[in-house]
């Protein structure tokens, strides 16, 4: 019997500010989806993962924002992970759910501030991971360079960093994670900071970047 094509869930509700990428950013995954073989559901409606998230192998927050989720899509999210599937997060994934002590575990940190967007470069901490094997030790790239309220590291096994040097006006030192994986309530966990940008969402190696993001959290080689 052949095997089912696996199934991610984008999800794009804001409910603070918005960012003019989210169309882009869906239109990389379901591009990314149809050259390697699943499939891509997005929504913006709250309503479609309170009726359960069991049929995915993971759900991305695309640059969702503030308050997200109702209460019975935070049991769904809750039982999805607990259930195997996954979780990733791209970029204003860690400006939502402040209220929800669960979303701060799951994530592992939260959006602080950001400086102005420009060209800046990454150090690629590990390049043992699908989402940054494709690297070379730096990365050029221009996002927002998001500081975070406390770095995750410690908690979570970083993949790139910011390298403060590169740029203007970073808040974090040193020691500033920008891409992450970890594990939290039995399900892998992916997060990166880039993405504000919607020329990110046609760069090659941001596209590779997702797609390691994404077999990463769900356990496969989409």
């Not at 410690?154 to 790139?160: E, F, I, K, S, T």
Request: include cysteine; aromatic fraction near 10%; proline fraction near 5%.
């Amino acid at each position: 019997m052949a095997q089912s094509r696996p199934r991610f869930l984008v999800y794009t509700r804001t409910t603070a500010y918005r960012h003019d990428s989210i169309p882009e950013g869906v239109r990389a995954f379901r591009e990314l989806g149809a050259e390697h073989g699943f499939d891509v559901a997005a929504t913006e409606d709250p309503r479609a993962l309170e009726r359960g998230l069991d049929r995915f192998a993971a759900v991305v927050f695309l640059s969702t924002s503030g308050d997200v989720l109702t209460p019975e899509g935070r049991e769904a999210l809750r039982s999805l992970l607990r259930g195997g599937g996954g979780f990733m997060g791209v970029h204003a994934a860690a400006c939502t759910e402040y209220g929800w002590p669960y979303y701060g575990e799951l994530l592992r940190a939260r959006f602080d501030r950001h400086p102005a967007l420009q060209p800046g470069v990454l150090t690629i901490e590990d390049r043992d991971h699908p989402a940054t094997g494709h690297l070379g030790a730096t990365w050029a790239f221009t996002d927002e360079w998001y500081d975070f309220r406390a770095s995750p590291r410690g908690a979570v096994r970083v993949l790139a960093s910011a390298d403060e040097t590169s740029y203007e006006g970073g808040g974090m030192g040193a020691d500033h994670p920008l891409v992450w994986c970890h594990e939290h309530d039995g399900a892998r966990v992916f997060y990166t900071a880039l993405g504000h940008t919607c020329e990110a969402y046609d760069d090659p190696a941001f596209r590779a970047h997702l797609l390691g993001g994404l077999r990463h959290v769900a356990r496969s080689q989409p």
